[in-house]
């Protein structure tokens, strides 16, 4: 991205909440983030069904919190901290829609206002 070689980012979603704020796999946010810092598109592919009105930001995703230990000895031959080393490991981050350039479904895309453009996508079923 530093370097301008990079168009646009697309990533997916596991969730996306009414105001468009969206739930993916952890480090998307992240990606999303730098994206905004070095002026990349990014846009955010799919299902309307993965649209969930009744969640009206990012804030009532709740997000899975998978055991610490995975992180500590699931992926290592050896492992990678102390036995009472604290581990915090959520599944999932979330994407806050002021990042997103456009959702992108099955029924159409979607540019913000987000709020505003999905109630419109409801009315058009």
Not at 21 to 30: C, E, H, L, R, W
């Amino acid at each position: 991205m530093k370097k301008g070689l990079i168009n646009a980012v697309l990533v997916g979603a596991d969730r996306i909440a009414a105001n468009g704020d969206t739930a993916n796999k952890i480090g998307t946010s992240g990606a999303a983030i730098l994206a905004k810092h070095y002026g990349v598109a990014f846009y955010v592919l799919a299902p309307y069904s993965t649209i969930d009105f009744e969640c009206k930001t990012g804030e009532d995703i709740v997000i899975e919190e998978r055991n610490g230990e995975e992180i500590k000895n699931m992926f290592f031959e050896r492992p990678s901290a102390l036995p009472q080393t604290k581990c915090f490991n959520p599944a999932f981050d979330v994407t806050d829609n002021e990042l997103i350039t456009a959702i992108i479904t099955d029924r159409g895309i979607i540019y913000p206002p987000f709020r505003e453009n999905l109630r419109r996508m409801i009315l058009n079923d």
